[in-house]
C-alpha cells in the first residue's frame, strides 16, 4: 500500500504537476487553501504534507499558510510538513522550520531533492510511529521490567501486586530462564521496602565451605584466612530485600541456620557468639521440585513451609502465547540499537521459527539467540537461520498443505484469543478477517468459543 501525501497549493498547475511527478511513489492527496487542507488531512491522515505558504484568501502573503501548519501540527503533532516557497522567502521558511515545520524547498522545486526529501520524512515518521506504538506497548504489557501481555503472566503481575504489600517470605518457582530474579526484584520495587537494598546471591554458584560466611558473614579469626570481621549478605540487606537464588541447593546445615533466622530474624556470624538482630525480607527461587526433594529428605520440610508462605509460579515460554514475539522485538530493538542496526526486522521465516520453537531455555535462551542473530545478520532482516532456528520451519515436511494450513489456523487463532483472554473481536481484528469469519473457523477447526 502508497504512502499518502497531501499537497497543499493554490496553483492547479503546480498541484498537477506535482502529482504527476509522484504518483507512481505516494497515493496523492490535493487541497488548494487552509478549510480543504484540513479537511483533506482528516479524512486521509497523511504522514508528511507538502505545503505552500502563499494561500488564498491573500496568496501574496505568508499568513494564512501559517495558519495551515499551526491548524494541521495541532491535529497531529508528529505530521512532517515540508514548506514550498517563493525565492526570496526563505526567512518565512526558516520561520516555518521554527515553528514546526519538518523542512523546505524553493520553488520551483526540483523534483530528485523534492523525492529525497520525501523518502526520508516518511522514513522518519514510520520510524517515529513505531516508536511511539512500542513505549505504548511497553506500557501496556511491561510490569517493572517484566514484558508479557498473556493471561499467565498478567496472573503473575497481579500475585506480585499483592504479595509486594506485605513482609512475607515468598517462594519464586519456575524453570531456568523464566525471569525469577526479576520477579524478585519486582516484589522489592513494589513494596515499602523499595528504597532499602535489594541483595541477591545464588546458593549454588558459590562453594558449600564459602557459603555460610558469605550468607551470615564471620568474625576476625574465625577460620584460617579470617584477617577481618566481615558483614554478610543476610546483614547487608537489613531493612530491605534478601533473595536466595537456587534455594534447593542448600546444604543441610545451613538449611539449620536459615530456618533460625526466619524464625526470630537474628544471627550468629561465623566464629560470633552474639546474636544481630536483621530486618530482612526473603524471597527465594529455584528450579527444583522442592516437593520431591522433601520426600527425598534432602530438604527440610518446616524451612519450606516457612519460605512458601507466597508461592508465585512463572510460567515456562512455551505457554506463554502471544509473548514470544513480544518480548522477541523488544530484544530486536534493544541489541540492533547498541549494535547500530535499527532498521533490523524479523522475516516471515524467523517469526515463524520463534513461534515453533520449543524454548526449553525460556526467555534467557530468546535473548542470547536474538543477541547473536543481530550481530549474525546481513540486510535489513533477521532470519530462521540467523538465529539458528532453521530446523523449526521443516516441521510441515510430509504433510500435505491442507493439514500445514490447518496447524496454521489453528496456532495463529488461538494464540490470538489467548492474547485477548477470548475476546473474540479483538483476535478478528489482529487475525485480519470479521468476526463471523473468525466464528466460521472456529467452528471448522473444532477450537473451542
Known sequence: MKSKLLIVDDDEEIRSQMKWALRQEYEIVLAEDRPSAVAAFQEHQPAVVLLDLGLPPQPGEPGEGFAALAELLTLDPHLKIIIITGQGEKDHALQAVGQGAYDFLPKPPQMADLKVILKRAFYLAQLEKEHREMQQQVATDSFQGMLG?????????????????????????????TGKEMAGLAIHRCSARKDGPYVA?????????????ELFGHEKGAFTGAHVQRVGRIETAGGGTLFLDEIGELSPTLQVKLLRFLQDQSIERVGGRAKLQIDARVIAATNVDLKAALEKGTFREDLYYRLAVVVVSLPPLRDRAGDILLLANAFLRRFAAENRKQSLKFDAGARAGLQQHPWPGNVRELE???????????????????????????????????????????????????????RVSRAAAELGISRPTLYELMDKLGIKR
Not at 503473575?156 to 504489600?165: D, E, L, M, Y
Not at 546471591?201 to 560466611?213: D, Q, R, V
Open 201 to 213: 546471591i545464588n546458593c549454588g554458584a558459590i562453594p558449600e565451605t564459602l557459603l555460610e560466611s
Open 368 to 422: 542470547n539467540r536474538v543477541k547473536r542473530a543481530v550481530i549474525m545478520a546481513e540486510g535489513h532482516h533477521v532470519t530462521a537461520a540467523d538465529l539458528e532456528l532453521a530446523d523449526a520451519l521443516t516441521g510441515v515436511a510430509g504433510r500435505t498443505l491442507k493439514d500445514a494450513r490447518e496447524s496454521l489456523e489453528v496456532g495463529m487463532i488461538e494464540q490470538a484469543l489467548e492474547k485477548h483472554q477470548g
Open 149 to 177: 501481555n498473556s493471561t499467565a503472566m498478567q496472573n503473575v503481575f497481579a500475585s506480585i501486586r499483592k504479595v509486594a504489600t506485605t513482609n512475607a517470605p515468598v517462594l519464586v518457582l519456575g524453570e531456568s530462564g
